[in-house]
């Protein structure tokens, strides 16, 4: 079994920060890309930011330069650091992770249960 569970989200006011944090724990062997995603009411959910396994980054266009994306492989952790934050980005944002399990090698898409982030004044 593998689990992701984020933390980090809440209400901030339009131009404040957040940091969100995503561990992943469980039988693990390795994790590849990890990344966050979001979804607002009655939209589809969207790619927000990803990492590989050796650091390279990918933004969505609405986010670069105001979002960051780091992990920790030794932690299995991924954060996002959202800065300049807009009414726009209010969504539920999700961690994903792909993931070679320990003892199938197999590997397997895994999401967190989400977190709430709501920029609001």
């Known amino acids: 079994q593998v689990q992701l569970v984020e933390s980090g989200g809440g209400l901030v006011q339009p131009g404040g920060s957040l940091k969100l944090s995503c561990a992943a724990s469980?039988?693990?062997?390795?994790?590849?890309?990890m990344g966050w995603y979001r979804q607002a009411p009655g939209k589809q959910r969207e790619l927000v930011a990803a990492?590989?396994?050796?650091?390279?980054?990918n933004y969505a266009d609405s986010v670069k330069g105001r979002f960051t994306i780091s992990r920790d492989n030794a932690k299995n952790m991924v954060y996002l650091q959202m800065n300049s934050l807009k009414p726009e980005d209010t969504a539920v944002y999700y961690c994903n992770a792909e993931i070679t399990n320990y003892y199938q090698r197999l590997n397997y898409n895994y999401w967190g249960q989400g977190t709430q982030v709501t920029v609001s004044s």
């Open positions: 990492i590989t396994s050796g650091g390279s980054t």
């Open positions: 469980g039988s693990i062997f390795s994790i590849n890309a």
